[in-house]
């Protein structure tokens, strides 16, 4: 500071460029010469401070240091954070906090030491207050903001800026996102499918350069289109096998900075038919001849291994499936004709709809008889001018048999017969259908069909047609009273026959003799047991078999011869002897019915004291039942029996030997049935007993006679049930159509009587 007394008392002077304001600064000593001087400064800052000498000028001022330091109060400067940011993990990093004081100049700043504080994520960090901050550097350190402040004596600094350190650090593994599913460490995936967009992301610092590639079969590494570290969309084909992300690091690679994701590429293909070594195109037919040997080799390439089925017809059985590997084979050791058909190789795996291949066997077989059809060999027929046997004959053929070539061969040479051939439901089977005319009997017999004079099958035609009438049926009268009848055995129809021999009477044509036939072309004899001498008989003969009778009769007329006048009388006699026991009959029966009108009288009056009511009881029935089946077993051996005089006969013209009178109080479902076994009984023994012999002129007769030879009689009364009309009179009935009779007519006489053998008596 000087003084100037013609300008200014003070004179500024500074090491700065800039003057100061002069008006800043007021003198205050007094004189304005004296050697202390005083002043005042005014508007404190903190550019004021300094050091302040005094003296005559400013060289003087200085050099004699005598001179004060004004030192202003004030923040220190904002601090700045020096060090080195980018440090590779696990190295130290330092920082420096750089502030300055500006409550002195530079030259004075020792005059105030300033203190640091360092603040991490905005957070004081305790215990760090030295300028400058240590770090070991991790991975972790890279998400932290650094700063600090700095204090003066009385007054802190604002915050530094932030600062971050960039640890550096080369990746440690790669990841792919979204992260591939893997299958036993392997990414599945359909041949001609796409996958993608994966990112590969690699933890490194600073940011790695990312590069994808795929492998193929081969071992050869090829780029993939990539979009920065994405991998596009990639259609992945069977010959792929590794997708390969790789990371640079400073233009470096290693094993560290590579991940691999194997594919596993499922496909299924095609099969390929090879037939008996060659190769087989699809939809193909092979044709065979029956008996050969065929093979069938089916490959199937897939991922995962398929399954490979062969079958036939689309039919749900298999006939083979393969074991193992990707080949099937199949061995046909004798083709046959069922093995014609289209087969179909299949190869099925999960996740794919199944490929398939099919070709046809054609086999070439010779026509002959299918055995697995039953078919009719034995024919029955009729005969005549438009009567044809139709014959379906199933063959097995293929080609189909032609009509050209089919031939009957039968008993009649040079036979036309149509044949027509139809398909059945598969190919080679076939059904020839053919007409056999069956003109007469002489187109019965064997047939043999024929295929290009092989032979196919063999059948028979038998007769099975009505009878012929008998041939030559005639008869004689070689006795008194009996009639020997014969005929010829004509043609059977085909079928067993019997012949049914019948008499006319008054009211008609009655059945007499059922005869066995002995044969065709054979001799018949009938015998009729004693007749009416000088009586003329009407005979009829037909002939009989399952099917029917002939369709006409043979009759005849006969006389029979009459006897001597000694046979006559006794013939009368014996007339006067069965006249005497029907009177007897007769009164038997009337004194019964008068017992038994007394006994229903009698149970009337007891039902009506009683008050009780009867309801839904049977008609009291008195009937006769006359059995003329059978003889008895003890006949008559007289050789000749009386005769009995015609009479009037009742309108069914039977004849009565057992009377019989049932009662029966309740419906008893076991006497019915027993009722029921003795008619049927009855009628068969009177059936048995109108059968004549054979050729032996036997005859057989159904009347019954005692000792004498005299028709007789059985009488049996049975129990009938109680009938609610007590008045009612008993009635007699016949045993089959219980038609009320008023008398009984027995007109004729017993046969012939002949001496059997003892053997048979004492059976």
Known sequence: MEHNESTNIIQLSTNNSKMPNKSKYRYLSQPYNSTCISFEILDITLNDAGYYAGGIDKEKALSLGHGVVLQVSGHPTKPEIIGNLNVSVGSYSELTCSSKSTSAPDYYAKLETLDYTWFVNGTKKDKENNQKLSLHVTKDLRYNKYSCTAMGKKLMSESSDTVQINPLYEPNQLSIHPEPSLNYGKLTVKDGKTIGPYDCLADCNPPCEIIWKYKDTAGTFHDATVSGHTLSVLTVSRNISLLRCIAKYMGKTDDKKKHNIPLDVQYLDNPVLFVSDKFEEPNHTVKIKEGKEFQIFCNVNGNPEPKITLRKDASDSEIKQSTSGDWLNHTMKSLQCSDIGTYKCTGISPEFNDTEEMFRINVTCDTRKDTSLKMKTLYGSKSGQDVKVTVAVPVIANPPPQKSALRWFGPIANSSIMSMVFQQDVPYKHWINSSIPIINQNYFGNYTLKYNMTEVITITINAEDVPQVPRNFTGYSYASGFINLTWVSGFDGGKVQHFILSIKDRIGWQELANLSDPGQGRVVHYESGRLNPGQEYWYQLKSC??????????????????????????????????????????????????????????????????????????????????????????????????????????????????????????????????????????????????????????????????????????????????NPDKNEKPKIHGEEDRTEYTFVDFSKRAPVVKEKPKKEEEK
């Open 545 to 722: 078999n399952k099917i029917n009778c002939s369709k006409e009769s043979a009759n005849i007329t006969i006389t029979a011869k009459a006897e001597p006048r000694l046979s006559v009388l006794l013939d009368k006699t014996f007339v006067i002897g069965a006249s005497s026991a029907v009177v007897i009959l007769i009164l038997t029966i009337v004194f019964v019915l008068i017992i038994l009108k007394r006994k229903t009288a009698l149970n009337r009056q007891d039902n009506q004291q009683d008050g009780a009511e009867i309801a839904d009881q049977p008609d009291v029935v008195l009937y006769a039942a006359v059995d003329k089946s059978a003889f008895q077993k003890n006949q008559n051996k007289a050789d000749v029996v009386a005769e009995a005089v015609p009479e009037k006969k009742d309108e069914n013209d039977t004849l009565y030997a057992v009377v019989e009178k049932k009662t029966t109080t309740e419906a008893n479902p076991s006497a019915i049935k027993k009722e029921s076994e003795q008619k049927n009984k009855s009628k068969k023994e009177r059936q048995e007993g109108a059968t004549a012999a054979e050729a032996t002129g036997a005859s057989a007769t159904s009347r019954n006679v005692n000792q004498d030879g005299l028709i007789y009689i059985d009488v049996d009364f049975a129990k009938k049930p109680e």
